[in-house]
C-alpha cells in the first residue's frame, strides 16, 4: 500500500510521501485500520504465457493488478502485491514468466517506459527491476522468457518497437537491443530453446524466423518460414518437444502442425481436426505431444516408435477430451515440473487443471476449475452482499449471474440467462434476488440448486436497484432517470420520483428507509423523502458525472468526473469540503462504524487502485494495488469484516479489512453479528421435495429388492460350495489312503538300499584307504612346490608394498600443494570481496552525503530514493555476507576432506595387514571345501533320485487337476443357465410394481384434485357469507337511520300544522326538542343584536335544510341503487355455486368412472400375472400384492365416501336462504321525502 494526499497539486510522487509522513502523524487511516488480500475470484486472459507452476502443487497466474500463488493441496492463495513499479506511468500486466530452476517469477508491465520486475519466489519479494528506457512511445512486452542457466531475461517488445531485449537481470545490465520487423508484421510470440537458449524462434500471425543469439547481438539463421501461412493462414502458437530433441512445432488457425529442426522445415504432423478449427496452444510431454483447439478441445499425440523421427507420422492420435461445458479456444498451456499435471487457459477467462499421468484414460469430466468458474471478459456489472449470510451476489456481461460464499471463499451457484443483466440487489435475508435487463426488472428466488424467476416488472434498462435495510421496500431506476420505489412482499409500486434528466448512476437508502440518496449522469444529487414525493435537498452541477453518493447522519458524501471527493451538508446538499482525489473516482463505501471511507478508482485504460480514506475526511488516504481495470462496484459486509471490490474484466477481489487502532470500538453491526450466527435457512420447492422423496421411496424399495436378491444368491453359492467341498474332501481322502499305501511299500524299499549300500560303503571305504595313501605321497611333493612359489610371492609383494610408498608419498605432496593453491585462491576472492565491501561502504557514504544535500531541496522525494537505495545495498551486503559464509564452510570441506584422506591411508594400512591373514585362512579353508565338494557330490545323487520320484507325483497330481476343472467348468455352465432362467422372472416382476405403481400415483392425483376442488368450494362459501354479513349490517345501519327521519319528518309534519298557532306551535316544538335532543340547553336572556343574528341564521339554515333535503333524497336514490347492485352481484355468486356444484358432481363421475377402469386393468394384471407366474411360492406373493392392493382400493373408496357426506351435509347446514338475506323481488323502493 501507498499513501497520498488529497490535493490535486503537480508531483505524484512528492505528495504521497509527503501526506504518508503527515498522515502517519495526524492519524492516517494507515495507522488505524489495513486491508488485507483474502481471495480473488478471476484471471487476466489478456496477459500472455498466464498460469505456470512453480512447483507441483502451486499454479503462479495473474488476476486483477495481483499475482495470484494458488496451493492446489489446500486451495489457498498468496499474493504478491501489484505496488510493483517504480514510475506511475504503468499500466498492468502484460506477461509472465518462470525460470526453468522455478525460483524466480518475472512480471512484465506496459507502459511508456515498459518495465520487468523478477520476484524470489520463496520470499516473495522484488530481486530486480528492469526498464527499458530505449522505448520511443508507449509500448508493451508480448512475451518473456529466461535463459536455461537463469542468468538472462528476453523480452519481446510489440508495437511500435517489434525488438528483442535482452537483459542480465542480476545485475540489472542491458546487454542486446535487437529490431526485428517493422509495423507490417506484428510479432506476438517468441521461445527459446530448452536445452540451448542461444536458438530462438520469433513468431507472428504472418511471421516466422529463426535467430542465434551471443552476449552481443542476435542474428538471423534462416530466411522467413511460410510453410504454414498459405491460403490466408494465420500462425498461433509453438512449443519446442522433449522427443526428438531441438525440434520445434508451429501450429496454425487451420488445424495444421508443421516439424522444424535447426531452423528448417521438415514435415507436416498428420492429425485430423474438425472442420473449421484450429491449433490454439501447445505443450510438448515426455510420451509425445498435446494440442489445444479453437473448439475448447484437447488432442494427445503420442511418440510413434516405429515411425523414424522427420516422418509425417512420427506422431499419431491416441486420445481425444475436453472440459465439461466449455467451448472457448485453449488459449495457453502449462505442465508441473514432473508432468503430472496440466493447467489449460480457455479464452473466456476460464483456468482448469487435470492429471495426466495417464493421458489416454482422461475422460471429459476429470478436467475441473482450479479455483472455481469466472466470470468472462465482460465487465461486472452488479454487485451486491447480504446481512444474514456470508453470500455476496454478482452479474456480469457474460450473461451470468453468480452467488459467492465469501467466507469458505467457494462458488455457492450461478445461472445463465440468455440477455445481459445490468444490476443486481440481494435481499437481507438472502433468499430473494432482482435483477434488471434490458427489456424487464426480474425478481428471483435463490433456491438450493437454482435461482428461478417468480415475477417480472416492466422496467427497461434498469441499471441501479437497490433493497431497502428492512428488505420491504427496493427502489429502482429505469433509462429515464425515473427512481421507482416498490413493496417487495406485493410487487405494488408506491411512487415515482421525478427529477433526474439523464441515467441514475447510483441509490442509495438512508439508515431509517424513510430517504432516499440519488446521483445520476446529468450531474445532479438528489435527497428525497420518498413516501411524500418530495426533495429534501438536491445539488446540481452541469457538465459533471456523479458516479456514486452516500450518506450518513451527518452529510452526503459523492464522486464524480470532476476528480473531486465532496461532502454537502444537510439538509440544503451544499457543498461543505472538497477534496482533489487526482483520479476519478467511481465507487464510494463507509464503513457501519463510520471511521474509514473506501473509494476505488476508474482511469481509462489504467489499473483500478482502492483507496481507504480516513473518515471524518482529511484528504489523507492508503492505496491499494487491487485491480487490473476501472471499479464498477464495491461493497462492504454488514460487520466491516469484508470489502468486495469488482471491475470491468469480470475479477472479484475479496478483502479482509483489519481494525489495528481499537479493536474494541466497534461497528454495532459487527458486535451483533458475534451474537447471531449466519442463516441456514434455504428456499426449496415442493416439487422438488416431493421428486427426493418419491426418488428415496424408489431407492429404498430398490436396496431392499437387492438385498433379497442378494440373500437368494448368497444362500445357492454357499449350498454349492457346501456340495463342492463335500466332493472335493471325500477324492482327497481316497487320494490320502492310496497315497499312505505307497509310503509303506516305499519305506520298506528303503530300508533294503539302506542294507545294501552300508555292504557297498564298507567295500569302497577300504578301497579309499589305499588310495589316500597314494594320494599324500603324491601331495607331499606338490605341497613342497607350493611352497617356493609362496616364497617368490612373498618377495614380490615386498616390491609392491615398497612401489605402493613411494606412490603415496607422491600423492600426499599433491595434495598437499592443491590444498594450499586453494587457499590462496579463496584467500585472494575474501580479500576482493572485502575491498569490495570497503568500496561499497564508501560508496553508500558519499551517496548518504548526496542525500542530505539534496533532502532540502526535493523535501521528501529523496527519502523514498534512499530506502530503495539503502533495500538494494543491503540485499548486495547480505548477499555478500552469504558468498563469504559460503566460502569459509568450503574452506571447511576441503580441511574435512583433507583429514578423511589421511584417515582412508591408515584404513588402507590395516587392511592390507588383514588381507594378509585372510590369505592364511583361506588356504585352510580350501582344504575344507575340497572335502564337502565331495559330501555335497554324494547328496546330489540322491536327491536326484527323490526329485523323479516326486515329478512322478506332481505329474498324477496336475492330471487329477485336470478332470477337476473340468468339472468346475461344468457346473459353471450349470449355474449361469440357472441364472438365465431367473432373469426374465426378476424382470416380469418388476414391470408389473411398475405398473402398480403408476396406477397409485394415478389415483393420488385424483384424491389431490378433489380436495382443491373442495378447498376452492370452502373458501368462495367463506366468501359469500361474509358478504352476506356485511349486507345485513348495512341494512340494519339504513333501516334504524330511514325509521329516525322517517320518525321526526312525520313529527315536524304535525307541528307545522300548527303554524298558525305559535302557543301549539312552541309546545311541539318543545316536545321534540325533549323526544330528540339529550342535552339541557341553558337559557339566558337575549341581546337584540343576538335576536336579530339569531333571525338572519335562522332563514340562512332554512334555505340549507332545502338544499339538504334534495341531497338526502339524492342519497336515498343512491343507496337504493346500490342494494340493487349488491342484490344483483349476490345472484351471480348463486349462479355461480350452483355451476361449481354441477362441475363437482361432473368430476366425481368421471373419478367413479377411472377408479372403475383401474380395478378392471389391475383385475386382468392380476390374471396375467398368475397365469405367466411359475412357481407356487412367486403366485402366493402376487395373491397378498392384490389383496393388499384391493383392501387399499376399499379403504380409499370409504374414505372418499365419508368426505362427500360430509361436505353434502356442510352445504345443507350453510346454504343461505335467500328470503332471509336479499330485498323482496317485488320492487319496493324506500320512500324518499
Known amino acids: 500500500a501507498r499513501a497520498g494526499p488529497g490535493t490535486g497539486m503537480g508531483g505524484r510522487t512528492r505528495q504521497r510521501a509527503r501526506s504518508e509522513k503527515s498522515g502517519r502523524m495526524a492519524g492516517h487511516p494507515g495507522g488505524a485500520s489495513s486491508l488485507a488480500h483474502r481471495y480473488v475470484f478471476g484471471f487476466n486472459e489478456d496477459v500472455t504465457q498466464n498460469a505456470q507452476w512453480a512447483d507441483e502443487t502451486t499454479?503462479?497466474?495473474?488476476?486483477?493488478?495481483?499475482?495470484?500463488?494458488?496451493?492446489?493441496?489446500?486451495?489457498?492463495?498468496?499474493?504478491?502485491?501489484?505496488?510493483?513499479?517504480?514510475?506511475?506511468?504503468?499500466?498492468?500486466?502484460?506477461?509472465?514468466?518462470?525460470?526453468?530452476?522455478?525460483?524466480?517469477?518475472?512480471?512484465?508491465?506496459?507502459?511508456?517506459?515498459?518495465?520487468?520486475?523478477?520476484?524470489?519466489?520463496?520470499?516473495?519479494?522484488?530481486?530486480?527491476?528492469?526498464?527499458?528506457?530505449?522505448?520511443?512511445?508507449?509500448?508493451?512486452?508480448?512475451?518473456?522468457?529466461?535463459?536455461?542457466?537463469?542468468?538472462?531475461?528476453?523480452?519481446?517488445?510489440?508495437?511500435?518497437?517489434?525488438?528483442?531485449?535482452?537483459?542480465r537481470w542480476a545485475k540489472g545490465k542491458q546487454l542486446i537491443l535487437k529490431r526485428l520487423s517493422d509495423m507490417n508484421s506484428p510479432l506476438s510470440l517468441f521461445s527459446l530453446n530448452p536445452l540451448d537458449s542461444e536458438t530462438n524462434v520469433v513468431m507472428g500471425p504472418q511471421f516466422l524466423k529463426f535467430y542465434r543469439m551471443n552476449e552481443t547481438d542476435v542474428t538471423q539463421m534462416r530466411s522467413q518460414q511460410d510453410q504454414l501461412m498459405v491460403n490466408g493462414a494465420e500462425l498461433t502458437c509453438m512449443c519446442w518437444l522433449k522427443q526428438p530433441v531441438d525440434h520445434i512445432v508451429v501450429g496454425n488457425n487451420q488445424g495444421k502442425i508443421g516439424l522444424y529442426g535447426n531452423g528448417e522445415f521438415i514435415c507436416f504432423l498428420t492429425m485430423a481436426v474438425p472442420e473449421g478449427a484450429g491449433v490454439s496452444s501447445l505443450v510438448a510431454v515426455t510420451s509425445g505431444l498435446i494440442c489445444g483447439l479453437t473448439t475448447g478441445e484437447f488432442y494427445y499425440l503420442q511418440r510413434a516408435s516405429e515411425v523414424a523421427d522427420g516422418r509425417s507420422g512420427m506422431f499419431r492420435l491416441a486420445h481425444t477430451w475436453s472440459a465439461e461445458g466449455q467451448t472457448a479456444p485453449v488459449s495457453f498451456m502449462s505442465l508441473s515440473p514432473s508432468e503430472d499435471q496440466l493447467s489449460a487457459v480457455f479464452a473466456n477467462c476460464q483456468l482448469y487443471s487435470v492429471e495426466i499421468a495417464a493421458p489416454t484414460d482422461l475422460k471429459h469430466d476429470d478436467m475441473k476449475p482450479v479455483v472455481s468458474s469466472f466470470h468472462g471478459p465482460g465487465a461486472i456489472t452488479g454487485l451486491d452482499v447480504c446481512i444474514r449470510k456470508p453470500l455476496a451476489i454478482t452479474c456480469s456481461l457474460d450473461r451470468t449471474v453468480r452467488v459467492w460464499n465469501y467466507q469458505d471463499r467457494t462458488l455457492d451457484s450461478q445461472k445463465t440467462f440468455s440477455e445481459d443483466p445490468h444490476s443486481v440487489a440481494f435481499h437481507p435475508s438472502g433468499l430473494h434476488v432482482i435483477i434488471g435487463f434490458s427489456d424487464k426488472l426480474r425478481l428471483l428466488n435463490l433456491l438450493m440448486d437454482d435461482i428461478r424467476v417468480y415475477r417480472e416488472l416492466p422496467i427497461k434498462v434498469c441499471r441501479e436497484v437497490q433493497f431497502s435495510h428492512g428488505g420491504q421496500y427496493f427502489a429502482a431506476a429505469n433509462v429515464n432517470g425515473v427512481v421507482m420505489v416498490y413493496n417487495f412482499y406485493t410487487c405494488e409500486k408506491i411512487i415515482d420520483l421525478r427529477g433526474h434528466s439523464s441515467k441514475v448512476k447510483s441509490i442509495f437508502w438512508g439508515a431509517d428507509d424513510m430517504t432516499l440518496i440519488s446521483s445520476g449522469q446529468d450531474g445532479a444529487v438528489y435527497r428525497w423523502d420518498w413516501e411524500e414525493n418530495k426533495r429534501l435537498g438536491e445539488f446540481v452541477q452541469k457538465g459533471n458525472v456523479y458516479n456514486c453518493a452516500l450518506a450518513n447522519a451527518d452529510g452526503v458524501i459523492a464522486v464524480g468526473s470532476d476528480l473531486y471527493l465532496k461532502e454537502l451538508d444537510l439538509p440544503e446538499l451544499q457543498v461543505v469540503k472538497e477534496i482533489d482525489s487526482g483520479a476519478m473516482l467511481s465507487q464510494i463505501v463507509l464503513t457501519q462504524a463510520e471511521h474509514l471511507l473506501f473509494a476505488g478508482t476508474a482511469a481509462e485504460n489504467r489499473p483500478g487502485m482502492l483507496r481507504a480514506y480516513e473518515f471524518p475526511l482529511s484528504g489523507q488516504y492508503l492505496e491499494y494495488a487491487c485491480m487490473g481495470s476501472a471499479i464498477t462496484r464495491m461493497r462492504i459486509t454488514y460487520d466491516d469484516q469484508f470489502l468486495l471490490v469488482a471491475d470491468e474484466s469480470g475479477c472479484l477481489c475479496i478483502f479482509d479489512v483489519k481494525d489495528r487502532q481499537d479493536r474494541g470500538n466497534r461497528s454495532l453491526a459487527g458486535a451483533q453479528r458475534d451474537l447471531v450466527t449466519w442463516s441456514e435457512e434455504i428456499l426449496v420447492t415442493r416439487s422438488d421435495l416431493e421428486e427426493k422423496y418419491s426418488n428415496m421411496l424408489e431407492l429404498k424399495n430398490k436396496v431392499d429388492e437387492l438385498q433379497l436378491h442378494n440373500e437368494y444368491q448368497l444362500r445357492l453359492k454357499d449350498m454349492s460350495y457346501s456340495e463342492k467341498i463335500k466332493e472335493i474332501t471325500e477324492k482327497y481322502m481316497q487320494d490320502l489312503e492310496q497315497d499312505k499305501n505307497k509310503f509303506e511299500l516305499l519305506r520298506e524299499e528303503k530300508n533294503d538300499m539302506e542294507m545294501e549300500y552300508e555292504e557297498r560303503i564298507k567295500q569302497m571305504e577300504d578301497k579309499h584307504q589305499h588310495e589316500l595313501q597314494d594320494a599324500e605321497n603324491a601331495y607331499q611333493q606338490k605341497i613342497m612346490q607350493e611352497v617356493e612359489h609362496y616364497q617368490k610371492l612373498v618377495q614380490e609383494r615386498n616390491l609392491q608394498q615398497e612401489r605402493w610408498e613411494e606412490q603415496r608419498a607422491t600423492l600426499v605432496a599433491t595434495h598437499e600443494r592443491y590444498i594450499q593453491e586453494l587457499t590462496d585462491d579463496f584467500e585472494q576472492k575474501l580479500e576482493e570481496d572485502r575491498k569490495m565491501h570497503e568500496e561499497l561502504e564508501d560508496e553508500k557514504n558519499e551517496n548518504a552525503k548526496e542525500f542530505e544535500e539534496m533532502k532540502n531541496q526535493l523535501e521528501d522525494d529523496i527519502d523514498a530514493e534512499i530506502e530503495n537505495l539503502r533495500d538494494r545495498y543491503e540485499t548486495q551486503l547480505n548477499h555478500e555476507r552469504e558468498l563469504t559464509l559460503r566460502y569459509k564452510g568450503e574452506n571447511g570441506i576441503m580441511k574435512k576432506k583433507f583429514t578423511v584422506l589421511q584417515k582412508q591411508i591408515e584404513d588402507q594400512k590395516e587392511d592390507i595387514k588383514a588381507?594378509?591373514?585372510?590369505?592364511?585362512?583361506?588356504?585352510?579353508?580350501?582344504?575344507?571345501?575340497?572335502?564337502?565338494?565331495?559330501?555335497?557330490?554324494?547328496?546330489?545323487?540322491?536327491?536326484?533320485?527323490?526329485?523323479?520320484?516326486?515329478?512322478?507325483?506332481?505329474?498324477?497330481?496336475?492330471?487329477?487337476?485336470?478332470?477337476?476343472?473340468?468339472?468346475?467348468?461344468?457346473?459353471?455352465?450349470?449355474?449361469?443357465?440357472?441364472?438365465?432362467?431367473?432373469?426374465?422372472?426378476?424382470?416380469?416382476?418388476?414391470?408389473?410394481?411398475?405398473?402398480?405403481?403408476?396406477?397409485?400415483?394415478?389415483?393420488?392425483?385424483?384424491?389431490?384434485?378433489?380436495?382443491?376442488?373442495?378447498?376452492?368450494?370452502?373458501?368462495?362459501?367463506?366468501?359469500?357469507?361474509?358478504?352476506?354479513?356485511?349486507?345485513?349490517?348495512?341494512?340494519?345501519?339504513?333501516?334504524?337511520?330511514?325509521?329516525?327521519?322517517?320518525?321526526?319528518?312525520?313529527?315536524?309534519?304535525?307541528?307545522?300544522?300548527?303554524?298558525?298557532?305559535?302557543?301549539?306551535?312552541?309546545?311541539?316544538?318543545?316536545?321534540?326538542?325533549?323526544?330528540?335532543?339529550?342535552?339541557?340547553?341553558?337559557?339566558?336572556?337575549?341581546?337584540?343584536?343576538?335576536?336579530?343574528?339569531?333571525?338572519?341564521?335562522?332563514?340562512?339554515?332554512?334555505?340549507?335544510?332545502?338544499?339538504?333535503?334534495?341531497?338526502?333524497?339524492?342519497?336515498?336514490?343512491?343507496?337504493?341503487?346500490?342494494?340493487?347492485?349488491?342484490?344483483?352481484?349476490?345472484?351471480?355468486?348463486?349462479?355461480?355455486?350452483?355451476?361449481?356444484?354441477?362441475?363437482?358432481?361432473?368430476?366425481?363421475?368421471?373419478?367413479?368412472?377411472?377408479?372403475?377402469?383401474?380395478?378392471?386393468?389391475?383385475?386382468?394384471?392380476?390374471?396375467?400375472?398368475?397365469?405367466?407366474?411359475?412357481?407356487?411360492?412367486?403366485?402366493?406373493?402376487?395373491?397378498?400384492?392384490?389383496?393388499?392392493?384391493?383392501?387399499?382400493?376399499?379403504?380409499?373408496?370409504?374414505?372418499?365416501?365419508?368426505?362427500?357426506?360430509?361436505?353434502s351435509q356442510q352445504q345443507e347446514e350453510q346454504r343461505p336462504i335467500s328470503r332471509e338475506i336479499l330485498p323482496p323481488m317485488d320492487g319496493a323502493v324506500p320512500q324518499s321525502m
Open 59 to 167: 499454479l503462479v497466474y495473474a488476476a486483477g493488478y495481483n499475482i495470484v500463488l494458488f496451493s492446489m493441496s489446500d486451495r489457498k492463495q498468496r499474493f504478491i502485491h501489484t505496488t510493483l513499479g517504480t514510475s506511475e506511468n504503468l499500466d498492468g500486466f502484460t506477461s509472465i514468466a518462470i525460470c526453468p530452476s522455478r525460483r524466480f517469477l518475472a512480471v512484465a508491465e506496459k507502459g511508456e517506459q515498459p518495465e520487468v520486475h523478477v520476484f524470489d519466489l520463496k520470499t516473495l519479494r522484488k530481486r530486480k527491476n528492469l526498464v527499458f528506457n530505449d522505448a520511443s512511445s508507449r509500448c508493451q512486452f508480448n512475451s518473456l522468457a529466461f535463459t536455461h542457466d537463469n542468468e538472462n531475461i528476453v523480452a519481446l517488445a510489440g508495437t511500435p518497437e517489434w525488438s528483442l531485449v535482452v537483459w
Open 915 to 1207: 588381507r594378509d591373514d585372510k590369505e592364511q585362512e583361506l588356504n585352510v579353508q580350501i582344504k575344507a571345501l575340497n572335502n564337502e565338494i565331495t559330501a555335497h557330490k554324494r547328496e546330489i545323487k540322491n536327491r536326484d533320485e527323490t526329485i523323479g520320484d516326486k515329478e512322478k507325483k506332481i505329474y498324477d497330481l496336475k492330471k487329477k487337476n485336470q478332470e477337476l476343472e473340468k468339472f468346475k467348468f461344468v457346473l459353471d455352465y450349470k449355474i449361469k443357465e440357472l441364472k438365465r432362467q431367473i432373469e426374465p422372472r426378476e424382470t416380469e416382476i418388476a414391470s408389473m410394481k411398475n405398473q402398480i405403481k403408476e396406477m397409485d400415483r394415478e389415483l393420488e392425483q385424483f384424491h389431490r384434485s378433489n380436495a382443491q376442488l373442495d378447498l376452492m368450494i370452502g373458501e368462495l362459501r367463506k366468501k359469500l357469507d361474509s358478504m352476506q354479513q356485511t349486507i345485513v349490517g348495512q341494512r340494519k345501519r339504513i333501516g334504524d337511520q330511514e325509521s329516525v327521519v322517517s320518525r321526526f319528518k312525520s313529527e315536524l309534519h304535525e307541528c307545522v300544522q300548527f303554524i298558525q298557532e305559535p302557543e301549539r306551535l312552541r309546545t311541539c316544538v318543545a316536545h321534540l326538542h325533549k323526544q330528540h335532543v339529550h342535552r339541557e340547553v341553558p337559557h339566558r336572556e337575549m341581546d337584540p343584536n343576538v335576536t336579530h343574528e339569531y333571525h338572519r341564521h335562522k332563514d340562512y339554515l332554512e334555505r340549507t335544510f332545502t338544499t339538504l333535503k334534495e341531497k338526502f333524497a339524492m342519497d336515498v336514490d343512491s343507496h337504493s341503487a346500490e342494494n340493487m347492485r349488491v342484490m344483483h352481484d349476490n345472484m351471480s355468486l348463486i349462479r355461480e355455486i350452483n355451476k361449481q356444484r354441477e362441475a363437482n358432481r361432473g368430476t366425481k363421475g368421471v373419478l367413479q368412472t377411472k377408479i372403475a377402469s383401474l380395478q378392471r386393468l389391475r383385475l386382468a394384471k392380476s390374471h396375467q400375472q398368475l397365469r405367466s407366474a411359475g412357481g407356487a411360492g412367486s403366485t402366493a406373493v402376487m395373491a397378498a400384492e392384490m389383496e393388499s392392493n384391493r383392501t387399499r382400493i376399499q379403504a380409499l373408496r370409504s374414505a372418499v365416501m365419508e368426505l362427500e357426506g360430509r361436505l
